[in-house]
C-alpha cells in the first residue's frame, strides 16, 4: 500500500512544462531523503532529483537544468518543477523517501515510502 500520493501528472507536449506535488497519503516519520523517480516504458526506475537530509540535491544528467526538485522544510512534501519537457522524458514517475538521516539518494532500497506513480506522457 502506497505510503505517499503524487499530483500533478498528465500528458504534455514537448517544450512545455509540469509541476509534481508529493504528500504522504498516512502518517509516517519524517523523511529526510526524499526523491523522485522515472520508469520510461520498457526501463529500469532511475532517480531523476533527490534532495538529502543536509539539503544536498542532486540531478540525474538527463534533466539538469530543466528539474527543479523541492522539500517543504521539516514536511514530507516533496515538489518537482519540470521545465523544457522532452519525448523521452514520458514515463511514471514516483516519489520516494527515507525516515534515515543517513540515506543514499542513489539507491531506491535506501527508500521505504512510496508513491504508486503518475503518468507523465509527452508527445512531440
Known amino acids: 500500500q502506497a505510503q505517499m500520493q503524487e499530483i500533478g501528472g498528465g500528458s504534455r507536449q514537448a517544450g512545455g512544462s509540469l509541476s509534481l506535488t508529493c504528500t504522504p497519503s498516512k502518517a509516517t516519520y519524517l523523511l529526510y531523503c526524499m526523491a523522485w523517480f522515472r520508469q520510461a516504458p520498457g526501463k529500469d526506475r532511475e532517480v531523476v532529483a533527490a534532495?538529502?537530509?543536509?539539503?544536498?540535491?542532486n540531478y540525474a544528467d538527463s534533466v539538469k537544468g530543466r528539474f527543479i526538485i523541492s522539500k517543504d522544510v521539516n514536511q514530507n512534501t516533496l515538489h518537482l518543477q519540470i521545465n523544457n519537457l522532452k519525448p523521452e522524458g514520458t514515463g511514471m514517475y514516483y516519489c520516494?523517501?527515507?525516515?534515515?538521516?543517513?540515506?543514499?539518494?542513489?539507491?531506491?532500497?535506501?527508500?521505504?515510502?512510496w508513491g504508486q506513480g503518475t503518468q507523465v506522457p509527452v508527445s512531440s
Open positions: 534532495i538529502n537530509s543536509e539539503r544536498n540535491i
Open positions: 520516494a523517501g527515507a525516515a534515515s538521516y543517513y540515506c543514499s539518494t542513489e539507491d531506491e532500497r535506501d527508500f521505504a515510502y
